[in-house]
Nanobody, 122 residues
């Protein structure tokens, strides 16, 4: 089991920045790929970003590329999502997730955090 807890969400104006943090406990954190997903009311949960076990490889959704940065610190069991140039359409509940697979599919992630609300005002 891997337990994940997100923090750092909130309300920000368009063009602003927020940093989400996800702290992990339980099984060896460094053995998992870590992803961020988001979900808005009435929409399916969508992939945002994923990072490899060592942190050298990342993949982003087109909608956030060049604005968001995912990183991880295996010594501290944390994964971060730095979000810059935020837009109202980025408003959603953001979830971190862990998987042994390199994947952008939410159903391939067995471990999830509780979610953190991000609201971007226009």
């Amino acid at each position: 089991q891997v337990q994940l807890v997100e923090s750092g969400g909130g309300l920000v104006q368009a063009g602003g920045s927020l940093r989400l943090s996800c702290a992990a406990s339980g099984r060896t954190f460094s053995g998992y790929r870590l992803g961020w997903f988001r979900q808005s009311p009435g929409k399916e949960r969508e992939f945002v970003a994923v990072i490899s076990i060592g942190g050298a490889t990342t993949l982003y959704a087109d909608s956030v590329k060049d604005r968001f940065t995912i990183s991880r610190d295996n010594a501290k069991n944390t994964v971060l999502l730095q979000m810059n140039s935020l837009k109202p359409e980025d408003s959603a509940v953001y979830y971190c997730a862990a998987s042994t697979a390199w994947t952008t599919r939410a159903d391939n992630y067995p471990y999830w955090g509780q979610g953190s609300q991000v609201t971007v005002s226009s």
